[in-house]
């Protein structure tokens, strides 16, 4: 018989302290109960076919603590006139709480509201929008105050969160609960302290005014009569951001390999520099203005996630070029053919129409499955004569 049952009667208080709505009226006051909760009992025929099993949940609902049980008379042509459960009342939020073994954490939520109301108050209404969060947070949530009003007081720093005097936190720390700490801080703050550009965890300390660790990016000058240094050896050279893009070296072509050995092994090429990839990300190039009167060719796998990179790096710099990423590269080197793990599916509307089609035949698997032909697997000489057509058609 599908008829409601103690478990279930606090399974659906349970429901609701899951959504933190039981929390959340202890900061708001808004009252929750007296609350009527679902009840299921048996037909007339259930009660006649099964009067026993009836009489015996009748009395576990009666007994339930925490519970208002109201009763109504059941008048059956053989049974004669009984009472049975007609609705469950929970009547107030400490019966809630009581009746789901909730006491203790109330206790801990109602020692974070007191302290949240005499240090940050603004923060009560975080509280009663993340109830289950920041009980989560409440052996933490006397440092995440601190760090708020250390910020209200210092607004944009300018200094690194390792120089965060606080007792008890360290860097470690803040960076631990920078989700947290965005919520918090973008409530109590001035809008003016705020960089709205900046979203995100990853961009926390641009958010705030901290400094970040400064981006390198690693190139090598491929013409021996432009380097940068005294000297006749390779340079591997490795700048930060900052100083990359005020470096606007004597070079007319650029080109970017994933592959650590391809870039070592780069050959030397006129008026040019070889920049060691950085997958995914391209933030550190956008700053170097100098780049968009280069020629740019990027060199990464032929694979779905290449041609992914490929089509990102060209929302920074819409002019750049492939190299060695064309189908007649990748039927030359079969036997070098590997497989990769797991392919992106997404449409990549930058890629150049050769590009797509060969993009599309390696996401649907039109060649082989998971088709990848890896940078390091492409023979040198093939690579040599790739450079040397390139210098033919400048």
């Known amino acids: 018989m599908s008829w409601t049952r103690p478990i279930d009667l606090r399974a659906q208080v349970q429901r609701l302290w899951d959504r933190g709505a039981v929390l959340a009226s202890l900061?708001?006051?808004?009252?929750l109960f007296p609350k009527r909760l679902t009840l299921k009992g048996p037909t007339s025929a259930e009660m006649a076919e099964h009067f026993a099993e009836a009489r015996n949940w009748i009395g576990e609902l009666r007994a339930m603590p925490h519970c208002r049980v109201v009763m109504r008379e059941f008048n059956h042509r053989l049974l004669g006139t009984n009472v049975v459960p007609r609705e469950i009342w929970i009547d107030t939020v400490e019966d809630a709480w009581a009746l789901i073994s909730k006491s203790r954490e109330v206790a801990r939520f109602t020692a974070l509201i007191d302290l949240t109301r005499s240090q940050q108050p603004q923060l009560l209404e975080w509280l009663a929008r993340r109830p289950m969060w920041a009980l989560e947070l409440s052996d933490q949530w006397s440092l995440l105050l601190q760090i708020v009003s250390w910020l209200e007081s210092h607004p944009r720093p300018g200094m690194y969160l390792r120089q965060v005097d606080i007792p008890g936190v360290h860097s470690k720390f803040i960076e631990a609960h920078r989700g947290a700490l965005v919520e918090l801080l973008d409530i109590v703050l001035q809008p003016e302290h705020i960089d709205p550009a900046a979203s995100g965890v990853s961009k926390f300390s641009q958010r705030y005014g901290f400094y970040d660790k400064p981006l390198r990016i690693r190139f090598r000058i491929l013409d021996p009569e432009q380097t940068l240094l005294p000297?006749?050896?390779?340079?591997?050279?490795?700048?930060?951001?900052?100083?990359?893009?005020?470096?606007?070296?004597n070079?007319?072509?650029?080109?970017?390999?994933?592959?650590?050995?391809?870039?070592?092994?780069?050959?030397?090429?006129k008026d040019s520099m070889v920049i060691f990839g950085a997958g995914y990300g391209f933030d550190m190039l956008s700053k170097a203005k100098w780049l968009a009167r280069c020629r740019i060719h990027y060199w990464g796998d032929i694979d779905t996630h290449g041609f992914a990179i490929l089509d990102q790096l060209r929302c920074r710099f819409d002019h750049v070029k492939s190299f060695l990423m064309d189908r007649k590269t990748l039927l030359a080197f079969t036997s070098q053919w590997g497989e990769e793990r797991k392919q992106t599916l997404r449409d990549l509307p930058r890629l150049s129409h050769e590009e797509m089609a060969l993009y599309d035949d390696l996401r649907d698997n039109r060649i082989r499955?998971?088709?990848?032909?890896?940078?390091?697997?492409?023979?040198?000489?093939?690579v040599e004569s790739a450079l040397l057509a390139l210098g033919q058609q400048s």
């Open 27 to 31: 900061v708001t006051g808004e009252p």
């Open 251 to 269: 070079v007319t072509r650029v080109f970017i390999t994933e592959n650590e050995i391809n870039f070592l092994a780069f050959p030397q090429v």
């Open 231 to 249: 000297g006749t050896r390779v340079q591997d050279i490795t700048l930060d951001s900052e100083s990359f893009a005020l470096l606007n070296p």
């Open 369 to 382: 499955k998971n088709l990848r032909l890896e940078q390091e697997r492409i023979g040198f000489r093939w």
